[in-house]
């Protein structure tokens, strides 16, 4: 991930655990409806370019709609 990217992204010291969870399953879920092979999905030890990019991008779209739904629903 570059610092482009990195920026994009909360800072993990004020994001909450259950927070955490929220973001990674619904990155799971997206990730998981992009996965077209076995290899993208269980890979190598040493992972694969295509799938590091994907789950980037689905954490990347995770974070998005818990932004989205933070408007909708302020505390």
């Known amino acids: ?3 482009e990217q990195n920026t994009n992204l909360i800072p993990s010291t004020v994001m909450d655990e259950g927070r955490k969870r929220v973001i990674g399953i619904m990155a799971a879920i997206l990730a998981s409806l992009h996965m077209q ?7 190598g030890p040493q992972g694969s370019p295509r799938t590091d990019k994907l789950i980037a991008a689905s954490v990347q779209w995770a974070e998005r709609i818990m932004e989205k739904i933070d408007g909708a629903f302020p505390k």
């Open 1 to 3: 991930m570059n610092s």
């Open 37 to 43: 092979t076995a290899d993208d999905l269980f890979g």
